[in-house]
Nanobody, 124 residues
Framework: QLQLVESGGGSVQPGGSLRLSCTSS????????MGWFRQFSPGKEREGVT?????????DYADSVKGRFTISRDNAKNTVYLQMNSLKPEDTGVYYC????????????????WGQGTQVTVSS
């Protein structure tokens, strides 16, 4: 069964940090562009947060998270990470990792594998 599994979500106060992890089952991530998306509420469109090239040499971020979030990958561990610092209440949502066979940081419809999501809640 080919799937992605996220972990590391939880509740944190504003200004706090969380690190999300994403691992794969049934396939390796080496050749995929990986991205993190978030959904603020059910029924709303998922927003692209960040992405990383297959080698890890290139990254891109949404303006809303630049300077606060960092994406990285360890292909030897088949894992992609999202380090989130200086969290704000508006970062609250369900975070998904996804794997793409398309061009670097392409549209969401190029991502063919998706995780089930992990909840991040930022609240005082």
């Amino acid at each position: 069964q080919l799937q992605l599994v996220e972990s590391g979500g939880g509740s944190v106060q504003p200004g706090g940090s969380l690190r999300l992890s994403c691992t794969s089952s049934g396939f390796t991530l080496d050749y995929y562009v990986m991205g993190w998306f978030r959904q603020f509420s059910p029924g709303k469109e998922r927003e692209g947060v960040t992405c990383i090239s297959s080698s890890g040499g290139s990254t891109d971020y949404a303006d809303s998270v630049k300077g606060r979030f960092t994406i990285s990958r360890d292909n030897a561990k088949n894992t992609v990470y999202l380090q989130m610092n200086s969290l704000k209440p508006e970062d609250t949502g369900v975070y998904y990792c996804a794997a793409s066979v398309g061009v670097f940081c392409g549209p969401s419809n190029e991502y063919i594998y998706w995780g089930q999501g992990t909840q991040v809640t930022v609240s005082s």
